[in-house]
């Protein structure tokens, strides 16, 4: 009874995960021709931005990743396990919930001329960042959450925690225990999460926007500009930059796993040498202020947006994208993990690896030839590529420890392939369906630039206008568009823990 329905089932798998990932193919058939065109490579070295831009962009990145995994390490050595580490993961994803464009703006009213911090402090005036060092500490900041929430994911709770135990009882610190046990457990995982937060440091347009550099600004936003101009010269030149973002982000990769290697092969084993405990304040305090960080984010927000009204279009479609879009993914996820091949598909993961300009492109250039650019539905599907697999991203983990004692059982029943999945998989994967559809929703309304481009500037969101704003305009405006933007994603967070207990109430196996 299995086969009649597992292949069509497949099939329809990947046939959905073939049509949302398609841009990939056009967005790598466009770098080509501007690497082999030698006149493309002399006009982009004759441009006076070009260095700049590029020192602005590496120093931004490596800030960005840097200060990201610094801060999670120091969290994770001072707080893991116990129960304030239990504490903080529950209220990150509030902190998730929080779009990089909406925590941009709130940094950008506390910390720009004429901010908060200017009004109370006369003489702390920011001085011309021409290197990205604000893009960079921002991203740092609003990036850590997400790699502690990745550690959290990859931290095999029960086995690490005992053996970090017995490490201290011995008289080992915890930078020791960190060192030796907990990084080599989380070493894949946490790699995989570097490189992601490295590729989207890199090609960032929409913070880069806000926060600056801005005359030259980054690789990212240079690209940007010169492929919305419609000179031919000027898009090959875009495309050019999106090549060498891309080798940008091997050389990064190749040289973190290098360094990986030579710093793991220097981890010594048990020498009896302890080292001098240190009161870890710096963790404790991360790990208390990151909370507080997307609180303050939001008090700020409300505070300047006062009663400015807010445009019921931008909200209209924004609920519309962020709902439809997480529907949509949710189902294919589904079909996916359940009919799909169960290792490989390795390229799942390309829209989160690669930086986002060229696949954009990609998109952009399909929706010209099927004339769909200017419509909803392009947009819709512009925003899957994305969604899907940071919802996989959630989904995924859960899946794989479905209790395989309950699917023999069914079995045995003589239970097909399709009632098991629908009355034992789905049941017990109603709340990471939950979790995951928030953070879809969250990464729909956050996109920018398909946003901007499939809908050829006719589908105005929250994220689109709080950009456009940011540089010049009524604060209060700017303010009320990005706490729109940051309140919709928190009240999906919301409401799908609500519902997910109120499940749990009624079904007790799901608590």
């Avoid at 911090?117 to 011309?128: E, G, H, I, M, T």
């Avoid at 201290?168 to 570097?194: D, F, K, T």
């Avoid at 901007?452 to 700017?478: C, I, K, P, Q």
Wanted: hydrophobic content about 60%; overall charge positive; glycine content about 8%.
């Amino acid at each position: 009874m299995a086969a009649p329905i597992r292949h069509p089932l497949s099939w329809l798998a990947w046939l959905l995960l073939l049509a949302i990932y398609l841009p990939l193919l056009p967005a790598f058939a466009l770098l080509l021709p501007p690497v082999f065109s030698i006149e493309t490579w002399r006009a982009l070295a004759a441009d006076s931005q070009l260095v700049q831009a590029l020192v602005a962009t590496l120093v931004s990145t490596l800030i960005a990743a840097a200060g990201a995994l610094l801060l999670a390490l120091t969290v994770v050595a001072a707080l893991w396990p116990g129960s304030r580490w239990r504490r903080l993961c529950s209220h990150l994803p509030w902190l998730l919930a929080i779009p990089h464009v909406a925590f941009a703006v709130s940094v950008l009213l506390i910390f720009a001329e004429g901010g908060a911090l200017y009004r109370v402090c006369s003489f702390c005036s920011p001085v011309a960042d021409r290197y990205g060092i604000g893009l960079g500490l921002t991203l740092a900041v609003k990036e850590s959450a997400f790699v502690i929430w990745a550690i959290y994911a990859s931290l095999p709770e029960k086995e690490l925690a005992n053996k970090v135990t017995v490490l201290r009882s011995l008289g080992y610190g915890r930078w020791q225990a960190l060192r030796w046990l907990i990084l080599p457990a989380i070493a894949p995982a946490l790699g995989a999460v570097m490189l992601a937060t490295i590729a989207w440091s890199l090609s960032v347009v929409d913070v880069a926007l806000i926060l600056g550099p801005g005359n030259p600004p980054t690789l990212a936003v240079l690209a940007w500009q010169w492929l919305s101009q419609g000179d031919a010269s000027q898009q090959a030149k875009g495309m050019l930059l999106c090549v060498i973002l891309l080798v940008l982000l091997e050389i990064i990769a190749v040289a973190l796993f290098f360094g990986w290697r030579r710093w793991q092969r220097g981890i010594p084993g048990v020498s009896g040498v302890r080292s001098a405990p240190r009161p870890l304040r710096m963790g404790r305090a991360v790990g208390l202020l990151l909370p507080l960080i997307g609180l303050l984010s939001v008090v700020v927000l409300a505070v300047v947006a006062r009663d400015s009204t807010f445009s019921r279009d931008n909200a209209a479609t924004s609920l519309a994208l962020g709902v439809c879009s997480a529907a949509i993914a949710l189902g294919v996820i589904l079909l996916w993990l359940e009919w799909g091949p169960q290792r490989g598909a390795f390229w799942v993961w390309l829209p989160l690896a690669l930086p986002a300009l060229p696949l954009v492109a990609g998109q952009y250039q399909l929706a010209l030839q099927l004339h769909l650019d200017g419509q909803f539905i392009a947009v819709l599907w512009g925003h899957l590529l994305w969604v899907l697999p940071w919802m996989l991203l959630v989904m995924q983990p859960a899946w794989r420890r479905l209790d395989p004692r309950l699917l023999l059982i069914a079995r045995t029943l003589g239970w097909g392939a399709g009632k098991i999945f629908w009355l034992v998989k789905c049941p017990q994967m109603i709340r990471p369906a939950l979790t995951a559809f928030a953070v879809g929703f969250s990464v729909s309304m956050a996109q920018y630039l398909p946003t901007l481009w499939l809908g050829s500037g006719r589908f105005g969101t929250f994220t689109t206008e709080a950009v456009t704003l940011s540089s010049g305009g009524s604060s209060a405006v700017l303010a009320a568009q990005a706490l729109w933007q940051l309140l919709l994603p928190a009240l999906v967070f919301a409401a799908c823990v609500a519902l997910s207990r109120l499940i749990g109430r009624f079904r007790q196996g799901l608590r």
